[in-house]
């Protein structure tokens, strides 16, 4: 059994429990922790867009640093995520319909409502589009066929799983398919740990452009108030790419890395890891607000509160 990483206690009384695996790697990859199942293979989910993207510029796609990001991004579907996405596709001749995700509301409160309001969902809305238009515009760039760009038999997808091979040191253990219908490749947090640590250090243009253009253009990576941007707004130089089902990695300059899963598949507690295992690399905010934002993510803020009041908090416990 994986060890606890955080309880949640609330008003003096432990309501919940969350176990998980955790690595916290130095510039050399030696680990700083190493906590439960760290070398068995999980579904990194949306971590592992940026390894896709960097599959996709191998492949031979040829596209702007702002398109680049949104390509990496699980976007809110705010509008301008949307239009950033649409304008992307018809540069390329497509449109929404080329699209092989499913469709889906905004994960921003505001602009779904209105997406709800306007009376449907939209594939360009869901989170993965900007991942899809990058397949997509990297066939029509190589004159592959788009029908089939997610088998994992595609000319592209191929070109993909050998680059993430390549990052994550390892071979991938399984290929299922994602909640976006994209393949989805297994592998381990030690591997994921070392594929981020590469993206902020290698020498390889196309490598460092990814984690250039992520952290240049965090709000294209989520949007208002998402975990990713506000990370990266508040810590300098931090490459940070979080997934569904408890999954987070991010890395600093220097090549230090943090890999997480929580076995729940619970969101809610992802951060106050993240910030924790920032501070035993030994990371200083650089200023009072970035401090704030980091104590905000760590107590967990706006989780355990009752009648408008904090009644309980996060304790992590590595």
Sequence with gaps: MNPTLVEVVRSGFTESIHRGSLLVTGPGGEPVLDLGATRVPVYPRSSNKPLQALGMLRAGLEVGDEDLAIICASHNGEPEHVRRVAELLARHGLSEADLRCPADYPLHGPSRIDAIRAGEPSRLAMNCSGKHAGMLAACVQ???????????????????????????????????????????????????????????????????????????????????????????????????KGGAEGVHAAALPDGSAITMKIDDGGQRVREAVLVTALRRLGHTPGSDAAAAVLDGLARGAGWVRGGGHEVGEFRVTF
């Design 142 to 240: 190589r004159g592959w066929p788009t029908e089939d760009y997610l088998s994992p038999d595609h000319k592209l997808q191929r070109i993909i799983g050998e680059t993430i091979e390549d990052l994550i040191g390892e071979e991938i253990a399984h290929t299922g398919v994602d909640g976006c219908g994209a393949p989805l490749f297994a592998f381990s947090l030690a591997g994921l740990a070392r594929s981020f640590s590469r993206l902020t250090t290698s020498a390889d243009e196309a490598e460092r452009r990814i984690d250039r253009c992520m952290r240049a253009n965090p709000w294209l990576i989520g949007g208002t108030s998402r975990e990713d941007t506000v990370l990266m707004l508040a810590v300098d130089g931090l490459l940070a």
